[in-house]
């Protein structure tokens, strides 16, 4: 039954909303997961993020993938518990949590199940369209699962369709940039810094042909 | 059912219209098969989305009325979605702009309801008054005129001159005895886009002299002159079939399309100079957005509306 909700939700209700409400601009599609595991790190900048990013995977992957996210938010109350599980099937993390607790095990057991995971490095939404540094969680995941690939997601628009804060949608253009697969190979230090450099990259290139932007 | 009294001319026209797709994806196919060395893949793009408007904008010219309308209020939205997303905005006016995108069902309701008194004033007085209001209820003032100014010029291009074609449609068809209204719409969307392809292949074949360098490097004097003439004379000679029009008011309209398609076209290029960009869009492979592909319709849609309103309603 909720595998049908689900179904419904992202296949029509998603669907409809990003071609119609937002419409996307994609470059480099074919460079997104076909199968699991696989980790999708992404700019996060609204709610719209990982419903869009769903929306763009193949749809028989729909069974596999699942948004990494905060507990304290998503859990917060039983609605939105039920759909944070039942529809968006998050996986979710804890942010405080008792120094002995690895607040990254439901994580790992997720990729060794072969999930595609999506996931937000930056933390939390912030400000929109502003990028911030990368936490140092996603490193430490790819050290551990040096066969996943990390898959870079440059996100632009949603910050402004629906950004943190507001209740209210207004249609934009959204561009998504997909970056080439990353797999750990040297140190954790390095690693995130060469991801985190990987989407600037992405980011200056969306700069490149978009001279508009915000005043 | 509105279907079993389609004006046999609309559907001659369609027909014809089809013909010539037939013949340019014969033409494209041709020379790819003749000369391999040379890319031809934006144009066969060009092709196959002028298949996918076509049938569109045809199924919908003989379904019915409002399922026009509705695709020519689809079309504003999504040439002003364009539009918004290329220029720039405040963090501030995401309210603004939404009530700017609301501007759309209200228009083209007027419209479906033939109200031509709030039609013509709606944008241009009432949003021209309303956004201001929205703007300082906000409260912010830096970079205030620039931001009212873009977005009331996107929705006076996009939404109030877009609706013209829309308005044209929902005029009786008795104004129009042959083809009806539709007609009507038929032979100002095809002389407009008509228009665009002429001046664009006369300025391939005997370009030299640029008419406005420092806006668009590829309109030529002679894609403009040729554009003109070719576009009269098709408007002479289908204003028969589609128009109520006599020969002299028929030379006149095509004069106003050409000349006003033109001037659409270069407008939107000097637009996206200034932005800074070379598409509006990718929704049309080959074409770019849907805001250049409307382009010469901004200017063409009111002017030939209102010739066509004062001469015959």
């Given at each position: ?25 994609i ?156 797999y ?32 | ?11 001659w ?11 340019a ?7 790819t ?36 309308l ?7 939205f ?8 290329m220029?720039p ?108 392809v ?20 590829n ?7 040729g ?24 030379a ?13 076209d ?48």
């Amino acid at each position: 039954m909720t595998k049908l909700l689900r179904f419904i939700f992202f296949r029509m209700i998603v669907r409809f909303i990003v071609l119609v409400g937002l419409g996307l601009n994609i470059r480099r599609r074919e460079l997104l997961p076909k199968q699991g595991p696989a980790i999708i790190v992404a700019n996060h900048n609204s709610h719209l993020d990982t419903m869009v990013l769903m929306s763009l995977l193949e749809p028989a992957l729909l069974d596999r993938v699942q948004p990494v996210a905060a507990m304290d938010y998503f859990m917060k109350n039983r609605l939105l518990a039920w759909f944070s599980s039942n529809i968006l099937r998050i996986v979710p993390l804890a942010r405080q949590f008792k120094a002995h607790d690895n607040p990254l095990k439901p994580v790992h057991d997720a990729l060794e199940a072969g999930k595609i995971l999506i996931l937000f490095p930056e933390g939390s939404r912030g400000e929109p369209e502003q990028m911030k540094a990368f936490k140092k969680g996603i490193a430490r995941l790819a050290q551990a699962h040096p066969e996943v690939p990390v898959i870079p997601v440059y996100m632009h628009g949603l910050g402004t369709a629906l950004p943190k804060g507001e209740a209210l949608f207004v249609p934009f253009f959204c561009d998504v940039f997909v970056g080439q697969a990353r797999y750990y190979d040297n140190t954790r230090n390095d690693y995130l810094q060469q991801l985190q450099e990987q989407m600037y990259q992405l980011e200056s290139e969306y700069k490149a042909g978009h001279a508009g932007g915000v005043y | 059912m509105d279907f079993l009294h389609i004006a046999q001319p609309l559907v001659w026209s369609l027909a014809g219209l089809f013909g010539l797709l037939f013949i340019a994806s014969g033409i494209v196919r041709v020379m790819t098969r003749t000369q391999p060395h040379k890319d031809y893949s934006e144009l066969s793009q060009r092709v196959s989305s002028w298949w996918i408007m076509i049938s569109v904008f045809s199924a919908a010219l003989l379904l019915s009325k409002n399922l026009s309308l509705l695709m020519f209020g689809l079309i504003s939205f999504l040439a002003l979605k364009e539009y918004f997303s290329m220029i720039p905005t405040r963090r501030t006016d995401r309210r603004v702009l939404f009530w700017a995108y609301l501007a759309i069902p209200m228009q083209y309701y007027w419209v479906s309801t033939g109200w031509y008194g709030l039609f013509i004033i709606f944008i241009p007085v009432y949003m021209f008054l309303l956004l201001p209001t929205r703007m300082l209820l906000i409260g912010d003032t830096r970079k205030f005129l620039s931001s009212l100014s873009t977005i009331h010029w996107g929705l006076m291009t996009l939404v109030f001159s877009i609706s013209h074609v829309a308005f044209l449609m929902a005029l009786p068809d008795t104004i129009n005895p042959s083809a009806g209204s539709a007609g009507l719409v038929l032979y100002l969307v095809f002389l407009t886009q008509f228009n665009d392809v002429a001046q664009y292949s006369w300025g391939k074949l005997f370009g030299k002299r640029k008419i406005m360098p420092s806006v668009s490097p590829n309109k030529t004097w002679a894609g403009f002159v040729g554009g003109v003439i070719t576009t009269s004379g098709l408007a002479v000679a289908l204003a028969g079939l589609l128009t109520p029009m006599s020969l002299l008011q028929s030379a006149m309209a095509g004069l106003i399309i050409s000349v006003a398609g033109f001037l659409g076209d270069v407008t939107i290029s000097a637009l996206k100079r200034d932005i800074g960009v070379k598409d509006c869009g990718n929704l049309l492979p080959g074409h770019g957005g849907m805001l250049d592909r409307i382009d010469s319709l901004t200017f063409s849609a009111p002017l030939f509306f209102h010739f066509i309103y004062y001469l015959y309603y």
